[in-house]
């Protein structure tokens, strides 16, 4: 069998009809989710039924709301009708054009806009809409622009074109332009099924009725086939809705216009104020209008789940889903997704221009502090030295969970955009990982080129350039495992404490505070993980390492040298090889926390699209 979603040409679109055909979901435990008993289980076990043998549609040119109080079971309706609940989970059918759905494709086909937005502050509308069409629109810049040109006039935004979103501290367009956008971004496909979840939350009423009178617009001009959900309408918005669905407790109380629920409250003996419209004196008086009891639905679910998880079986054994390809190679991915990350970061005053400027001060303040130790003899000086080594190393490896933050927002706009199949995860990684190699070099370097040469480090070039290298390493080390715990955690105040936590950890099993010896057997792995292991012993070994170091005298006794450098790296267990092989570790690190952090956003979409 074919899908029953095909990409055809803007102007000539087929009419789409969606269906769902008594459609029960629950709400089961994560124990029972686990392990598939959801179907057949006890009900008494603390599972919920979120919606009861449900049967509805939504038909091409009309605009379809979805209405009732809070917890009745809007959203999970219209997920459910987008393919965003795995349909091992619902009991029923969702049919488009009286096939069964096939999600993934379906997905990515049709636009589903949430009530939260997921969209980056510092680009404007244009940039906004451009980068949505690049990445779901083949045919490259050319047909991108011209569609978001087209979408811009139609959504009334061509005025903001060129005003940046906003958002927190940064001055942006208005709540009605924002909600419009978001709309917009899962419009430049151009979908012949909109699906919405509260579209007017969060307005004022004249923006709410600017919003919903535009949807009624391309319902009715391009034969779109549009659902929302909707809570209290005004009397106008109102009036734009060609069908209504009316859910109570998971239960359909009324499908069908609102004419129809009028008459139906007359003739059960309800006087309509006129003050009032006819869905808020519905929801009031909803008792009235249920035609199933909650038991004889409830019973009739679990009647049913049996022969609905045969039938699925039988599907999904007899239908072979074709591949699904991406609008555009991993190549293109990278450089779209690699061109909006450098917009964003350099846009970002607090990513770039506080990092830049606390890098280069950092490393004066430093100097100044340190200044000239590298070139004083004796204990005390190698004390200070080692000391600067590992307050250097604490500085450059916390100072870019700052980062988490924007990483944690990224992955919101990452999640909606993968769910629609705009891209693959590795291309999102990648790109994530190119664009900051040079933007943390230039960190790096503004770092060390002031505090190298204030401190009185070792006097020459190759010098210099190796400790600028490891300084490199450990700002992308610091910064992989900031993008791994982001892809890991659920919020910022979890990830800021699990990565201190985890830094603090580091630092103490360096072998800075305790040796390696004296360090217990158990223990000793965290010290071979440590993220300031490498780096504090590379920067010992290039300061008092190779011939230079053999002849460097750093300490005295009675006006004769006791110490050379190359004999203190051999009372420290340092070896001139581990100069590279702790380079290659630290690479190591930063490539398996970038591995790891693919991984789990993986698998976080693969949840998500099942």
Same mark, same amino acid.
């Given at each position: 069998?074919?899908?029953?979603?095909?990409?055809?040409?803007?102007?000539?679109?087929?009419?789409?009809?969606?269906?769902?055909?008594?459609?029960?979901?629950?709400?089961?435990?994560?124990?029972?989710?686990?392990?598939?008993?959801?179907?057949?289980?006890?009900?008494?076990?603390?599972?919920?039924?979120?919606?009861?043998?449900?049967?509805?549609?939504?038909?091409?040119?009309?605009?379809?709301?979805?209405?009732?109080?809070?917890?009745?079971?809007?959203?999970?309706?219209?997920?459910?009708?987008?393919?965003? $609940?795995?349909?091992?989970?619902?009991? %029923?059918?969702?049919?488009?054009?009286?096939? @069964?759905?096939?999600?993934?494709?379906?997905?990515?086909?049709? %636009?589903?806009?949430?009530?939260?937005?997921?969209?980056?502050?510092?680009?404007?509308?244009?940039?906004?809409?451009?980068?949505?069409?690049?990445?779901?629109? @083949?045919?490259?810049?050319?047909?991108?622009?011209?569609?978001?040109?087209?979408?811009?006039?139609?959504?009334?935004?061509?005025? $903001?074109?060129?005003?940046?979103?906003?958002?927190?501290?940064?001055?942006?367009?208005?709540?009605?332009?924002?909600?419009?956008?978001?709309?917009?971004?899962?419009?430049?496909?151009?979908?012949? $099924?909109?699906? $919405?979840?509260?579209?007017?939350?969060?307005?004022?009423?004249?923006?709410?009725?600017?919003?919903?009178?535009?949807?009624?617009?391309?319902? !009715?001009?391009?034969? /779109?086939?549009?659902?929302?959900?909707?809570?209290?309408?005004?009397?106008?918005?109102?009036?734009?809705?060609?069908?209504?669905?009316?859910?109570?407790?998971?239960?359909?109380?009324?499908?069908?216009?609102?004419?129809?629920?009028?008459?139906?409250?007359?003739?059960?003996?309800?006087?309509?104020?006129?003050?009032?419209?006819?869905?808020?004196?519905?929801?009031?008086?909803?008792?009235?209008?249920?035609?199933?009891?909650?038991?004889?639905?409830?019973?009739?679910?679990?009647?049913?789940?049996?022969?609905?998880?045969?039938?699925?079986?039988?599907?999904?054994?007899?239908?072979?889903?074709?591949?699904?390809?991406?609008?555009?190679?991993?190549?293109?991915?990278?450089?779209?997704?690699?061109?909006?990350?450098?917009?964003?970061?350099?846009?970002?005053?607090?990513?770039?221009?506080?990092?830049?400027?606390?890098?280069?001060?950092?490393?004066?303040?430093?100097?100044?502090?340190?200044?000239? !130790? %590298?070139?004083?003899?004796?204990?005390?000086?190698?004390?200070?030295?080692?000391?600067?080594?590992?307050?250097?190393?604490?500085?450059?490896?916390?100072?870019?969970?700052?980062?988490?933050?924007?990483?944690?927002?990224?992955?919101?706009?990452?999640?909606?955009?993968?769910?629609?199949?705009?891209?693959?995860?590795?291309?999102? !990684?990648?790109?994530?990982?190119?664009?900051?190699?040079?933007?943390?070099?230039?960190?790096?370097?503004?770092?060390?080129?002031?505090?190298?040469?204030?401190?009185?480090?070792? /006097?020459?070039?190759?010098?210099?350039?190796?400790?600028?290298?490891?300084?490199?390493?450990?700002?992308?080390?610091?910064?992989?495992?900031?993008?791994?715990?982001?892809?890991? !955690?659920?919020?910022?105040?979890?990830?800021?404490?699990?990565?201190?936590?985890?830094? %603090?950890?580091?630092?103490?099993?360096?072998?800075?505070?305790?040796?390696?010896?004296?360090?217990?057997?158990?223990?000793?792995?965290?010290?071979?993980?440590?993220?300031?292991?490498?780096?504090?012993?590379?920067?010992?070994?290039?300061?008092?390492?190779?011939?230079?170091?053999?002849?460097?005298?750093?300490?005295?006794?009675?006006?004769?040298?006791?110490?050379?450098?190359?004999?203190?790296?051999?009372?420290?267990?340092?070896?001139?090889?581990?100069?590279?092989?702790?380079?290659?570790?630290?690479?190591?690190?930063?490539?398996?926390?970038?591995?790891?952090?693919?991984?789990?956003?993986?698998?976080?979409?693969?949840?998500?699209?099942?």
């Amino acid at each position: 069998m074919e899908s029953s979603l095909e990409p055809v040409s803007r102007g000539r679109k087929t009419p789409y009809r969606l269906e769902a055909k008594n459609v029960s979901y629950k709400l089961c435990s994560q124990i029972d989710d686990f392990k598939s008993l959801c179907f057949g289980s006890d009900p008494k076990r603390g599972s919920k039924l979120i919606l009861k043998d449900v049967s509805c549609e939504a038909r091409p040119g009309e605009l379809t709301a979805i209405a009732g109080p809070s917890g009745a079971g809007k959203t999970t309706l219209l997920e459910i009708l987008a393919g965003r $609940i795995s349909a091992h989970k619902v009991s %029923g059918q969702v049919l488009v054009n009286q096939r @069964p759905m096939d999600a993934n494709r379906f997905r990515r086909t049709c %636009g589903y806009v949430t009530q939260e937005d997921a969209l980056f502050p510092s680009l404007s509308v244009r940039e906004t809409f451009m980068y949505s069409a690049l990445l779901r629109l @083949p045919g490259g810049r050319k047909v991108a622009a011209a569609r978001v040109s087209e979408l811009m006039k139609e959504l009334g935004l061509d005025h $903001i074109a060129d005003s940046r979103i906003g958002g927190g501290s940064i001055h942006g367009i208005s709540g009605g332009e924002r909600r419009r956008v978001s709309i917009g971004v899962d419009l430049v496909h151009d979908p012949a $099924i909109i699906l $919405i979840d509260e579209p007017t939350s969060g307005l004022d009423s004249a923006s709410a009725l600017k919003v919903v009178a535009l949807l009624k617009l391309m319902a !009715v001009h391009q034969g /779109k086939t549009i659902v929302l959900t909707i809570h209290q309408p005004g009397f106008r918005i109102l009036e734009l809705l060609d069908h209504l669905i009316l859910l109570s407790d998971g239960l359909v109380m009324h499908n069908g216009s609102l004419n129809l629920l009028e008459a139906r409250l007359k003739l059960a003996g309800h006087h309509i104020p006129h003050h009032i419209n006819v869905l808020e004196f519905a929801l009031d008086v909803m008792e009235t209008l249920v035609i199933q009891t909650s038991e004889s639905v409830n019973n009739q679910f679990f009647l049913k789940e049996e022969q609905h998880h045969r039938m699925r079986l039988q599907y999904s054994m007899h239908v072979k889903e074709k591949a699904l390809l991406y609008p555009n190679s991993r190549m293109q991915e990278i450089l779209i997704l690699g061109q909006r990350f450098c917009s964003n970061i350099f846009r970002t005053k607090q990513l770039f221009a506080t990092r830049v400027t606390q890098a280069l001060v950092a490393g004066f303040v430093l100097g100044t502090i340190f200044l000239n !130790v %590298g070139n004083k003899q004796g204990q005390i000086a190698l004390q200070t030295r080692s000391g600067f080594f590992a307050f250097s190393l604490t500085f450059l490896l916390s100072s870019t969970t700052e980062g988490l933050p924007i990483f944690l927002q990224e992955r919101r706009t990452f999640m909606s955009e993968t769910s629609r199949g705009a891209y693959r995860v590795s291309s999102y !990684v990648l790109a994530n990982t190119l664009v900051f190699l040079p933007f943390l070099l230039l960190v790096g370097l503004l770092y060390t080129t002031p505090v190298y040469w204030l401190v009185g480090l070792r /006097k020459n070039i190759d010098g210099f350039l190796y400790f600028s290298l490891v300084v490199w390493l450990v700002i992308l080390t610091s910064n992989s495992l900031v993008a791994c715990f982001s892809a890991l !955690v659920p919020n910022f105040i979890l990830g800021t404490s699990v990565i201190a936590g985890l830094m %603090g950890s580091f630092f103490l099993f360096s072998g800075y505070f305790i040796s390696k010896e004296k360090i217990p057997s158990y223990w000793i792995f965290m010290h071979y993980l440590s993220l300031f292991k490498y780096p504090f012993e590379c920067f010992m070994i290039n300061e008092y390492g190779g011939k230079q170091g053999e002849r460097r005298c750093i300490e005295t006794s009675n006006g004769e040298c006791s110490l050379y450098g190359g004999e203190f790296l051999r009372q420290q267990g340092l070896r001139e090889s581990q100069k590279w092989s702790n380079l290659a570790m630290m690479l190591g690190f930063i490539i398996g926390y970038r591995v790891l952090c693919f991984f789990i956003l993986w698998c976080r979409c693969y949840r998500t699209r099942k």
